[in-house]
T-cell receptor, first 114, second 115 residues
Framework: SQTIHQWPATLVQPVGSPLSLECTVEGTSNPNLYWYRQAAGRGLQLLFYSVGIGQISSEVPQNLSASRPQDRQFILSSKKLLLSDSGFYLC?????????????FGNGTRLTVT | AQKITQTQPGMFVQEKEAVTLDCTYDTSDPSYGLFWYKQPSSGEMIFLIYQGSYDQQNATEGRYSLNFQKARKSANLVISASQLGDSAMYFCAMRDMYNFNKFYFGSGTKLNVKP
């Protein structure tokens, strides 16, 4: 069966520090991968998605970036965090090409920028 | 642009009773997919049920069913025989017709099941 791992679970970082969140998927090949952010009490905002190694689509212009160095690895990064980057970050995967394929989420990373 | 509206920020239901969580959507596309997710306090998003716009029957998955009224553009989630473990946030989402990578999420409904 497929599993998705996301770490760390929680993170407290000062403003201006770098960020690296990692996500890996097991049990499936060529998944589409996603990074979402959830502000407190809000729905999910799509940040990036990837349909293959090295292919990144950005949905929201900001100081975050994403990379996909391997088929089942997705990384969210920032060179300098802002206070507004605080939130709950969720990685997800999906089987490409199927209309009824849902997003499958990791457990999330709660980021607090101080 | 697609839009998902969940008008109930919070709801209470008595254990063992049924509850309906509302979701309306706005799209002019003929083909779309609707999804419901559960988010417990631990944070992970759990997929519950899917309804395609061309599906003739309402989707069901165990105690979850979807009351799909296409003309009214509503896709309400019905949870039968509520359990304490059903207490969570519930999100309705719609997949874009042209870009399967884009899902639009509602703001969620917090369900509290009372013993």
């Amino acid at each position: 069966s497929q599993t998705i791992h996301q770490w760390p679970a929680t993170l407290v970082q000062p403003v201006g520090s770098p960020l690296s969140l990692e996500c890996t998927v097991e049990g499936t090949s060529n998944p589409n991968l996603y990074w979402y952010r959830q502000a407190a009490g809000r729905g999910l905002q799509l940040l990036f998605y990837s349909v293959g190694i090295g292919q990144i689509s950005s949905e929201v212009p900001q100081n975050l970036s994403a990379s996909r160095p391997q088929d089942r690895q997705f990384i969210l990064s920032s060179k300098k965090l802002l206070l507004s980057d605080s939130g709950f970050y969720l990685c997800a995967w999906r089987t490409p090409g199927l209309s009824n394929s849902p997003l499958h989420f990791g457990n999330g990373t709660r980021l607090t920028v101080t | 642009a697609q839009k998902i509206t969940q008008t109930q920020p919070g709801m209470f239901v008595q254990e063992k009773e049924a509850v309906t969580l509302d979701c309306t959507y706005d799209t002019s596309d003929p083909s779309y997919g609707l999804f419901w997710y559960k988010q417990p306090s631990s944070g992970e998003m759990i997929f519950l049920i899917y309804q395609g716009s061309y599906d003739q029957q309402n989707a069901t998955e165990g105690r979850y069913s979807l009351n799909f009224q296409k003309a009214r553009k509503s896709a309400n989630l019905v949870i039968s025989a509520s359990q304490l473990g059903d207490s969570a946030m519930y999100f309705c989402a719609m997949r874009d017709m042209y870009n399967f990578n884009k899902f639009y999420f509602g703001s969620g409904t917090k369900l509290n099941v009372k013993p």
